[in-house]
């Protein structure tokens, strides 16, 4: 038996960035779908109505507009709903102040943008639990078991 | 002990009036005398909301003192105690006490009755009731309490009464003793009060002697009552004798008997007297109480066959009512009245006190002890008295009946007799209790008074309860009294027996020859009377008898068949018409067949003819066969027929009777309908009568009303003018006179006494009495001359200590007949004086003055040369003890010689030019030293303008001279110093316009002092061009608001470097407050500057190094984003291959066409905002036209939205145009983007805080949330997706940084439209010179 897929969320202000990233995902052949939400509250909101399942992983931007990613962390720690969820940050800022900032907020990984295969590998590497897999010509997120 | 006795003995004589009182009361009051061991306590119906004046009025009359009643006082004797308004009075322990009064409407306050009940319950024997004129009937009911209790009462006689309601219904209730006219009351009081109450001192000692008396005056009372009062005890018919003694004035028993035996009406009062017993309702609440519970179990036991109680000696019927009220409670209350099986004998031998138990109406004060619960239900209120309800009073029958003499009444289940037997001798109490016994059914009760017992009838009556009140009859003994009259003449035993054996023997030989006639001729028959009782029966008469339902009597009807019983009542009747005659009528037998009986009746009288005999009846029956009243055929046979005959003619003879019976009783019927028509025919007139006399006096009452409040406001009025007039007089500071036309003085003010030594009491002395001070003219021509010629005459009194004005006018009354004068003095004197004395302090004021300012006088005599010198002159020369002779050239002499021309010419310029003459010089003293003068002077000159004189004064200004000389060398130091530092000071006149550089000035401009006439619009050409704006500012700002200003700012000096200075100024502020001058000084601080300005400048290095490396992330993350989007999109078109499809292709080119616009306007906003500098000029601006200038240039954007911008007016302030344009248009454009989905609303005002003003520009937006409104002014923040709304996230960031360049803040918060406020505070002060970091 095969470990489940992972899904991932990701919230960010910028369209653009995740028209690029899905377009290059499909490019290396990496079959990892990524839901898409410009704000935290659209994010809870599908979850509850059922459009969306809830995600394993939640990518945060931290420049959204009229709060910051930090805030979205410490939000998405305290949230029942998303118990067990694994968060972190992937920003275009290289500011080492952000970095610390995003670890204090709780922060399990923390990537650069663009969001491609590198950033992919490194949240792998972050996290532990989940792992790139290749299978023939795709390549799948998957949990690794414990 | 005396005391004791004394007041024991005090009469108490209450006297009640109403409407008419006033003149009884002062004409009884006016007689009577201080000597009369008693007090009177009078109470006279008053309007309660009115202050009397009662006791002023009586005082008046009275030779008694008077004064009205307080809670609680113990009235002594001779004192006459007037109840006051809205108040009842009663007596308490021998105390008078206030009470308020009674609520019920038609209650007169104060209540006569109540004062009365009070008076004769406390008081006995003593009380005396008076009731004088008034309508209504307060008082009646009072004066039989007092009368019960043993106290006289006196009425006004009804002729004398102005009303005779009150009198008429006093004596109405018979318990009246004596009836006069209000005066001879008063006389009569001495024989009624101090006639000692005891008839052993009446009478000589030895009662028994007298019995005589007594039994002579009880006969006179049987004779004409018809009651027997010997077995009544004695010492209440004394005590009762005793008290009509001292009411008719007899001087002894004797002599009474004497009046009574010519007097029915004596005998009458006698009777009534001796009958009068305390009555009331509830009367001994408690014992009531006890009875309660019996009462209950009879209404259980017995209710159901009905209840009988029985009253004696009811009198005015209130214990028979309160029986009544009790039963009908046990019985369920009055809602159940109706059916209540209750009968109630109220029985007494006093007509006129059951008349009064009939009416069942009553005073409001008899319902004082009815529990209040009673009263509403089973009372009606209303102007006449409270009636007892009509349902209550048809429980009670009230009659005639004599306990001693008449027969009791039967099964009675309670007998009420209380307060009755205490009157009676023993023997009748026993033969009284015997015949209650006798009247009571078995079980009955007897409810007996407080003070009473049984005693000799223990056999008869068994105690129930603790009390020994209520009696159970004991049903041992027969029930019949032996005797039913007690007083009645009763032989002797042995008498009795022998009478009835020998009247026994005869009756039964009359029976025995009776009986065997009537069995001869008619063996079964009956002997009946007339009213159908059987007597007697003989043979057989069983066929005909049958015993009828219910009680069984011995009457026909209730012993024989109906048929018969019935036909034998009409032979009665047709006997009774035929007496003698044997009549007879035959009927069938119903019970056997075939019998026939055939009925005769005989009449004869028992006894002989007259008056006691009866009416007998032989009915005999004879029973024989049917005989055949018709054959077999049909035919009636001749003895039937007259049988028939018979029987027709008496039932004809029957009906005959029952018509003529008809006749008669309808003939009587109407007889008695037209008398009841005509009694209410009469009752109606007088009813109507009385509507019309009620009306009549109810309209008096209410014009007396009127009058009497007009009387009283006039009182009140002319009380206050003579109180008024009073003080007036007595106060007013002028002697002030009134005389009459006789010149005597009536009025004079407490002044006029003094002067004139006089006083006026009830005496009017002469005008020429008065003792005039010295100097006054005689004031009786005055006077006269006043009068006679009815015009005011004024003279004035004038002598060295005298000023005095008098005036003296004539009054005249409405007739305009003079009446008199009136005279004022006006006293001037003192005036004249004061005067005198204030210009002597003056004089000596003037000198002191001149003294104490150290200023010498001198005085020129022109021609002469002649010269005064003051002291203080003298002492400037030192000259004091020698004195100065001479002239004005020995003065010149000792002027100093350099200065000695000079005064010379200043005096010939005076005289001659009229120059004024001022002058400072020096002056030689006595030592040789020389002093500072200062004199000045003032010539006159003659018509040919010759100088005549010359007065002046010489001030010594030494001192100031050398004040002078030091401040002058101070200047001197000063200058030097400024010289040294460089600093310069100025002075700038307002007023004159007038501007002033020190030399410094000069120099730090590179001038020398006198190159340039100096002036602000000179001074400011010579700061930078780009500063003078500021420059022009700040001085503006200190001569407008007059405060200190200070700036920093490039000069051009002369030789055209350049420097710079700070200048530093204060306000100099006139009289009026206005700004009157500016001063400060200048410094050059070129030096100073340049090292300030490198230290500043490396701290703000640092400062903006660390934000620029801060600066630097967020831009590199702000730019990079578009750069790195645009990077990605053209990575994939160009590397894509066949992975980008050409609908793609064009969507990412299209994206990074956005996302580089996105980068120039971030690029664009930054430029802006690192183009604010500090460096742009400041110039006064207009906020309100930068404003409307940057709302135009939004234009696009406004009619997009559809926004709405309205602004108050905006103050001008010293600000860069272009900034301020710029942060309206970031605010303004912001307001609009966030502004809501439809028509933003924008407003702009303006607020003076004092030292700032705050300017807002609001909208009705969203607004902004409260922790987001410190963040939205950082660089790149953004509250919305880039998609929603354009902009680089600059704008508020360079508003920010443009609203501290001029020193001023600007923050977000809430706007009363409903969005965000964005407010901006411009300090009035702001250093603009000298921005904050």
């Not at chain 2, 006093?350 to 239900?377: F, K």
């Not at chain 2, 009542?569 to 055939?598: D, F, H, Y």
Request: net charge negative; aromatic share 6%.
């Amino acid at each position: 038996m095969q470990p489940r897929p992972i899904k991932i969320a990701v919230i960010d202000d910028n369209e653009d960035e995740i028209l690029i990233s899905r377009h290059r995902f499909r490019m290396s052949g990496i079959e990892v779908p990524l839901d898409h939400h410009l704000s935290l509250a659209q994010l809870e909101r599908s979850v509850a109505d059922g459009r969306v399942e809830c995600p394993d992983i939640v990518i945060v931007d931290m420049h959204l507009p009229g709060t910051r990613g930090t805030d979205v962390l410490r939000h998405l720690r305290g949230a029942t709903s998303f118990k067990g969820v694994r968060r972190g940050i992937c920003t275009g800022s290289n500011d080492p102040a952000d970095r610390a900032d995003a670890l204090a907020a709780g922060a399990e990984f923390y990537l650069t943008k663009p969001l491609d295969r590198a950033a992919l590998e490194l949240l792998c590497t972050q996290l532990g639990s989940v792992a790139l897999v290749t299978e023939g010509a795709e390549t799948r997120l998957r949990g690794v078991p414990a | 002990m005396d005391e004791e006795i004394r007041l024991n003995d005090l009469a108490w004589v209450g006297i009640g009036a109403s409407a008419g009182g006033l003149d009884a009361l002062r004409a009884l009051l006016s007689k009577l005398g201080s000597e009369l061991p008693a007090t009177f306590v009078v109470v006279q119906h008053m309007a309660p909301q009115h202050r009397s004046l009662l006791t002023e009025l009586l005082s008046r009359e009275a030779k008694i003192p008077v004064v009205e009643v307080r809670d609680g006082c113990a009235p002594l004797a001779g004192h006459v105690y007037v109840t006051p308004p809205n108040h009842d009075v009663i007596v308490e322990n021998r105390r008078l006490k206030l009470l308020p009064p009674s609520d019920q409407p038609a209650s007169p306050k104060p209540s006569v009755d109540r004062f009365f009940r009070s008076l004769g319950r406390e008081i006995g024997e003593h009380a005396v009731g008076v009731i004088l004129s008034g309508t209504g009937s307060d008082g009646a009911y009072g004066v039989q309490e007092i009368r019960a209790c043993g106290g006289i009462t006196i009425v006004q006689s009804e002729g004398s009464a102005q009303y005779s309601g009150m009198p008429s219904a006093a004596i109405d209730t018979g318990c009246v003793d004596l009836i006069f006219p209000p005066d001879k009351i008063a006389e009569n009081f001495a024989g009624i009060i101090s006639r000692p109450r005891n008839l052993e001192s009446l009478i000589d000692p030895g009662i028994n002697s007298h019995d005589d008396e007594f039994a002579g005056l009880c006969r006179l009372l049987e004779e004409h009552t018809g009651v027997d009062f010997r077995q009544y005890k004695t010492n209440t018919l004394r005590r009762r004798i005793e008290r009509r003694i001292a009411a008719v004035g007899a001087a002894s028993l004797e002599g009474y008997v004497d009046t009574a035996r010519g007097s029915k009406t004596e005998l009458d009062s006698l009777f009534s007297d001796l009958l009068i017993s305390v009555t009331s309702f509830f009367r001994d609440q408690r014992e009531f109480d006890t009875l309660v519970p019996y009462i209950q179990q009879l209404v259980s036991e017995r209710g159901n066959s009905g209840i009988r109680i029985w009253v004696p000696g009811c009198a005015t019927g209130e214990e028979a009512y309160t029986l009544a009220i009790l039963f009908c409670e046990a019985f369920g209350g009055i809602g159940r009245m109706m059916d209540i099986p209750l009968q109630i004998f109220g029985t007494d031998v006093d007509e006129r006190a059951l008349a009064v138990a009939r009416r069942g109406t009553y005073p409001p004060a008899a319902l004082d002890d009815i529990p209040e619960s009673y009263v509403e239900p089973y009372f009606s209120v209303s102007q006449n008295g409270n009636t007892v309800s009509k349902w209550l009073r048809d429980k009670i029958v009230f009659s005639r009946h004599n306990l001693c003499q008449n027969p009791p009444f039967r099964n009675i289940d309670l007998v009420s007799c209380r307060n009755l037997l205490i009157y009676f001798r023993p023997e009748l109490q026993r033969q009284v209790l015997q015949r209650l016994h006798f009247g009571l059914s078995d079980g009955g009760l007897l409810f007996v008074g407080r003070s009473e017992s049984i005693t000799g009838a223990e056999d008869l009556f068994r105690p129930i309860g603790q009390a020994r009140r209520i009696f159970r009859r004991a049903s041992a003994l027969s029930g019949r009294p032996q005797t039913l009259s007690g007083f009645q003449y009763r032989p002797t035993h042995r008498q009795i027996k022998s009478a009835i054996a020998a009247e026994k023997r005869e009756e039964r030989r009359r029976i025995r020859m009776l009986d065997s006639l009537v069995k001869s001729v008619a063996p079964h028959s009956l002997i009946v009377d007339e009213s159908g009782y059987i007597r007697r029966v003989y043979g057989d008469v069983s066929p005909f008898s049958a015993m009828a339902e219910g009680d069984v009597r011995t009457t026909l009807g209730s012993l024989l068949l109906p048929e018969f019983s019935q036909q034998i009542r009409n032979l009665i009747r047709i006997a009774l018409r035929s007496p003698g005659q044997k009549r007879a009528v035959t009927m069938q037998m119903r019970r056997e067949e075939g019998k026939q009986v055939t009925i005769s009746i005989f009449h004869f009288e028992d006894g002989e003819e007259g008056a006691d005999s009866e009416k007998l009846f032989v009915v005999s029956f004879e029973i024989h066969d049917v005989e055949a009243a018709e054959d077999r055929d049909g035919n009636l046979s001749g003895e039937g027929i007259a049988a028939l005959e018979r029987e027709l003619e008496l039932t004809r003879e029957n009906l005959q009777l029952n018509i003529e019976e008809l006749e008669t009783s309808n003939e009587e019927m109407q007889a008695l309908n037209e008398e009841l028509q005509s009694t209410n025919e009469e009752l109606q007139a007088t009813n109507e009568e009385l509507e019309t006399a009620n009306e009549e006096l109810q309209s008096s009452n209410e014009e007396l009303t009127t009058v009497n409040q007009e009387l009283h406001v006039s009182t009140q009025e002319l009380d206050s003018v003579n109180h008024d007039l009073n003080s007036i007089l007595s106060h007013v500071a002028s002697p002030l006179m009134v005389v009459d036309t006789n010149l005597q003085i009536t009025r004079m003010s407490e002044a006029a006494k003094r002067l004139f030594d006089i006083d006026i009491g009830a005496a009017q002395p002469h005008v020429s009495v008065c003792r005039l001070p010295d100097g006054y003219p005689p004031l009786t021509p005055i006077f006269s001359a006043a009068m006679s010629g009815g015009t005011l005459v004024e003279r004035q009194i004038t002598s060295d200590t005298l000023s005095v004005t008098l005036r003296v006018a004539p009054y005249v009354n409405r007739q305009r007949e003079v009446k008199g004068a009136v005279a004022v003095f006006s006293d001037n004197t003192a005036r004249l004086l004061e005067t005198q004395r204030a210009l002597r302090t003056s004089e000596e004021r003037f000198d002191l003055a001149v003294k104490g300012a150290r200023i010498g006088l001198w005085d020129l005599d022109v021609s002469s040369g002649r010269l005064f010198l003051s002291e203080v002159y003298l002492e400037v020369l030192g000259l004091l003890g020698d004195g100065f002779r001479g002239g004005l050239e020995d003065l010149l002499e000792r002027v100093h010689p350099s200065d000695r021309a000079r005064f010379r010419d200043a005096l010939d310029a005076h005289f001659s030019e009229r120059e004024p003459l001022q002058l400072e010089h020096r002056i030689r003293h006595l030592d040789g030293t020389y002093r500072w003068i200062e004199t000045r002077g003032q010539a006159s000159w003659d018509a040919d303008g010759k100088p005549v004189r010359c007065v002046g004064s010489a001030d010594d200004v030494t001192e100031r001279k050398a004040i002078e000389r030091r401040l002058s060398e101070r200047t001197k130091l000063m200058l030097l110093a400024q010289e040294v530092a460089k600093v310069g000071h100025w002075h700038y006149d307002v007023a004159q316009g007038e501007t002033v550089w020190s030399a410094q000035v000069y120099a730090i401009h590179g001038m020398t002092p006198g190159g340039l006439a100096p002036s602000p619009e000179a001074s400011v050409r010579f700061f930078h061009p780009d500063d003078r704006a500021m420059v022009t500012a700040k001085i503006r700002r200190s001569l407008k608001q007059g405060a200190p200003g200070e700036f920093t700012a490039r000069l051009s000096r002369a030789d055209g470097t350049e420097a710079l200075v700070q200048w530093r100024c204060m306000v100099e502020r006139g009289e009026d407050g206005e700004v009157s001058a500016l001063f400060g000084v200048l410094i050059d601080v070129t030096d100073m500057h340049q090292t300030a300005e490198l230290r500043r400048a490396l701290k703000d290095l640092a400062t903006s190094n660390a934000e620029l490396e801060r600066f630097g992330y967020v831009c590199s993350h702000d730019l990079r984003e578009p750069v790195r989007t645009i990077a990605g999109f053209a990575e994939l078109i160009l590397h894509g291959g066949n992975h980008v499809n050409p609908q793609e292709r064009e969507d990412y080119l299209r994206r990074i066409l956005k996302n580089s616009d996105r980068l120039m306007d971030i690029i664009n906003a930054l430029m802006a905002f690192s183009r604010l500098d500090a460096t742009v000029p400041i110039e006064p601006v207009d906020l309100a036209r930068i404003f409307d200038d940057a709302a135009d240039a939004l234009g696009s954007l406004v009619e997009t939205h559809k926004a709405k911008i309205t602004r108050e007016t905006l103050p001008v302030l010293d600000a860069n145009s272009t900034h301020m344009r710029q942060l309206f248009q970031n605010l303004i454009g912001n307001a609009i983007k966030y502004g809501g989905e439809t028509s933003p609303e924008i407003r702009a005002t303006a607020q003076d805080t004092g030292p700032a003003w705050v300017i807002s520009i609001e909208d009705n937006g969203q607004g902004v949330p409260e922790e987001q409104r410190e963040s939205i002014f950082s660089l790149f923040n953004r509250l919305h997706r880039k998609g929603e709304v354009e902009g680089a996230g600059m704008g508020l960031p360079i508003c920010r940084k443009i609203v501290r360049l001029c020193g001023g803040e600007i923050w977000c918060d809430e706007s009363a439209l409903g969005g965000a406020a964005f407010r901006i505070r411009f300090p009035k002060e702001a250093d603009l010179a000298a921005p904050p970091d």
